[in-house]
């Protein structure tokens, strides 16, 4: 199986913070690479595919980057609604995996 | 609007079965490959299972391998997951989420249902 490891697995921020989640896969995935926001209580709600593609409706202050097997996500100025884990998903290979989240705390 | 409503959660013995059930609104069902993933209590998210959009293709996780089974009806809008020979560690919130790309399992997730809870336990 394909290890999907996120860094940190927790960070403080303040609003306005540009705050950066990396999440490194243990072999290449090409750019099936996913990012997702889950607030306590509640699903998880897509973000980005494809490393860098936003979901509909998802705020440009959200970005993906990355290539290969090391992939960023960076939130450019972080709002109150942006206090979640993050988590990173592979899909190029069966079984998917996931990264084992990124809490943003204030 | 998109909606999933997953359904059939609840508690159970170790070794039992449970048939959770999934249902899908706001969208062409029959055109979409649809997923199971799970979260224990506290933990991550781990990927459980998905069948194509025709019901002839299904995957799943080493962990439920042999023992869950993924089915569909797409007359009635529904993805299910039956659950057999279930384990302390099956314990989790279940969620189905819809694959992004219609013929295909390309993924990832576009929309997710709100969720139900299994617990497991004597």
């Known amino acids: 199986d394909i290890q999907m490891t996120q860094s940190p697995s927790s960070l403080s921020a303040s609003v306005g913070d540009r705050v950066t989640i990396t999440c490194r896969a243990s072999?290449?995935?090409?750019?099936?690479l996913a990012w997702f926001q889950q607030k306590p209580g509640k699903a998880p709600k897509s973000l980005i595919y494809?490393?860098?593609n936003l979901q509909n409706g998802v705020p440009s202050r959200f970005s993906g980057s990355g290539s290969g097997t090391d992939f960023t996500l960076t939130i450019s100025s972080l709002q109150p609604e942006d206090f979640a884990t993050y988590f990173c998903?592979?899909?190029?290979?069966?079984?998917?995996?996931f990264g084992q989240g990124t809490k943003v705390e204030i | 609007q998109v909606q999933l409503v997953e359904s059939g959660g609840g508690v159970v013995q170790p070794g039992r079965s449970l048939r959770l059930s999934c249902a899908a609104s706001?969208?062409?069902?029959?055109?979409?490959?649809i997923h199971w993933v799970r979260q224990a209590p506290g933990k991550g998210l781990e990927w459980v299972a998905v069948m194509s959009f025709d019901g002839n293709n299904e995957f799943y996780a080493d962990s439920v391998k042999g023992r869950f089974t993924i089915s569909r009806d797409n007359p009635k809008n529904t993805l299910y997951l039956q659950m057999n020979s279930l384990r302390l560690e099956d314990t989790a919130v279940y969620y189905c989420a819809r694959d992004q790309v219609v013929y295909a399992i390309r993924g990832p997730f576009d929309y997710w249902g709100q969720g139900t809870l299994i617990t497991v336990s004597s």
């Open positions: 998903l592979q899909y190029s290979t069966y079984p998917w995996t």
């Open positions: 706001g969208f062409t069902f029959s055109n979409y490959a």
């Open positions: 072999q290449g995935i090409s750019n099936y």
């Open positions: 494809a490393i860098f």
